[in-house]
């Protein structure tokens, strides 16, 4: 009864949503804090104000959200927790954010550079369909989000998983030499998921230097405002580049279902021929008005990224003093193992205190546990489970 192509799907398995009790959620890297007032207010106004617009199609090409996110990114070079907060209160709109030296684009992000989507998964998933084919080899890291191999089953595309270097970082030449090889695209996220390690923009040049320049090269940036380095200013430089983000993270907006990419105007064109294809309306009108009130007071979520860097920071300090082994982080969450635990237990009885944190059952990366950082107080309450483990 079944179509055969049903034989290549492997659905993703997200983060457990706990339905018999209340749980310190901190396994989803979802934000702890909630989204700007303004936010909400902008979403209370339009559905107040305007109610006849829950009747009719939203704009189709969200060219507001567009201009929105593009004048975001200019004011913060793209990573938040490093952007310069001047004046005005830190949860204020009336904030002056600029972008640290580090972050400057050396150009104007344009709307006509982005493509907005329902939540950066559904813009991968048309970024698969537009720049990669079933007749070779789309190269991923072995250990990366887990999304990219259930869309590679999905529209037939073979993968070819490098695995990562010993000390968890990408490993940038044998990616290179097997997209050489296969004459294909390539694809991971950075920083990476789920190891928290980031490459430099410098290392992602030399990548995009040595790979096919007739092959998409697509970054993911989920977690690039927690302090990583973004790619955005290499668009001036490469025309086979696509960047893709998100604002369920940095943004607090997991449940308002926005992702977007950023690359140049014909492929940008590609991904949005994709879409009218499929769904020619795809953002509603209430999530437009709160991914556009989002991005206008920027200065609240530069403080959130600010404070959930500091708590990740504090607590890795925290684990390595009780003896965890830790990657450095550069995103909202942390790769940690301890020798002698086993990582299903300490999963377990984590769980047991009220706390959801997530493990995988990949070989290779089964004893460590991945752990979203939450408020001060959720982490707190961490510390006290963790002290007995």
């Given amino acids: 009864m079944l179509a055969s192509r049903m034989n290549n799907l492997h659905p993703y398995v997200p983060g457990e949503q706990p339905k018999d009790r209340v749980y310190i959620k901190l396994n989803a890297n979802e934000n702890p804090y909630p989204p700007s007032p303004l936010v909400i207010k902008a979403v209370r106004n339009a559905a107040k104000k305007h109610p006849e617009k829950l009747a ?90 887990s999304f990219y191999p259930v869309y590679g089953g999905f529209y037939d595309i073979p993968l070819e998983k490098i695995p990562l270097n010993s000390d968890w970082t990408l490993n940038k030449e044998k990616m290179i030499e097997a997209a050489n090889n296969e004459n294909s695209g390539i694809i991971f996220a950075n920083p990476n998921a789920p190891t928290s390690l980031g490459l430099t923009r410098d290392e992602v040049r030399e990548m995009l230097k040595k790979a096919p320049k007739d092959k998409v ?120 193992k301890k020798d002698g635990v086993d990582g299903k237990a300490a999963y377990k009885k984590i769980k047991e205190e009220g706390i959801l944190i997530r493990r995988f059952d990949t070989p290779g990366i089964e004893e460590y546990l991945r752990i979203t950082v939450g408020t001060h107080e959720q982490m707190q309450a961490l510390r006290d489970v963790m002290e007995e483990i």
């Fill in 217 to 336: 090269f697509v970054v993911d940036e989920a977690y690039v405002d927690f302090g990583g380095e973004s790619s955005i200013p290499l668009l001036a430089e490469f025309q086979n580049l696509v960047i893709v983000r998100t604002t369920s993270k940095s943004l607090c907006g997991a449940g308002q279902r926005l992702g977007y990419l950023v690359a140049n105007k014909e492929l940008v064109n590609a991904v949005t021929t994709v879409k009218n294809s499929l769904n020619h309306f795809p953002i509603d009108f209430l999530a437009q008005q709160a991914g556009i009130a989002a991005c206008k007071d920027v200065g609240y979520y530069v403080h959130a990224a600010q404070s959930v860097a500091f708590e990740r920071d504090e607590f890795i300090d925290f684990l390595r003093e009780k003896g965890w082994s830790v990657l450095d982080s550069q995103t909202n969450f942390i790769f940690c």
């Fill in 56 to 145: 009719l199609y939203p704009d189709p090409d969200s060219n507001s959200l567009k201009e929105a996110i593009s004048d975001m990114l200019n004011k913060t070079g793209g990573v938040l927790c490093r952007a310069n907060l001047e004046g005005g209160k830190k949860n204020g709109s009336k904030a002056r954010v600029s972008p640290s030296e580090a972050d400057k684009i050396p150009f104007v992000v344009s709307p006509e550079m982005i493509y907005v989507g329902n939540g950066s998964d559904e813009v991968l998933s048309f970024v698969f369909y537009a720049f990669f084919d079933s007749d070779r080899k789309l190269v991923l890291p072995e250990h990366t989000y």
